[in-house]
Nanobody, 115 residues
Framework: QVQLVESGGGLVQPGGSLRLSCAAS????????MGWYRQVPGKERELVAR???????NYADSVTGRFTISKDNFKNTLYLQMNSLKPEDTAVYYC?????????WGQGAQVTVSS
């Protein structure tokens, strides 16, 4: 059974940094996309960053230049380095893996940016 477990969320002051991790367990085949989404109450889940199977990365305009997505294939872990955090980055962040067969989601990690 495939599981995605996020960690690294928390409370940080504006301008600070956090690194989210998403550890994948189980057999995952034919990965097409790995990414991070975020959601705030009352709004739809939005794409933050993703890595395509060819290694191409995409970022939301609001995080470009501040966030970096990366992965460690040996550890089966996806990362999101978040720098220069702003209060509007406050959200629950979800790890997502899309394969040729299924769409997997993590349980979410709360990120709160506040002074």
């Amino acid at each position: 059974q495939v599981q995605l477990v996020e960690s690294g969320g928390g409370l940080v002051q504006p301008g600070g940094s956090l690194r989210l991790s998403c550890a994948a367990s189980g057999n995952i085949f034919s990965i097409n996309v790995m990414g991070w989404y975020r959601q705030v109450p009352g709004k739809e889940r939005e794409l933050v960053a993703r890595i395509l199977s060819a290694g191409i990365t995409n970022y939301a305009d609001s995080v470009t230049g501040r966030f970096t997505i990366s992965k460690d294939n040996f550890k089966n872990t996806l990362y999101l380095q978040m720098n220069s955090l702003k209060p509007e980055d406050t959200a629950v962040y979800y790890c997502n893996i899309v394969t040729s067969y299924r769409n997997y989601w993590g349980q979410g990690a709360q990120v709160t940016v506040s002074s």
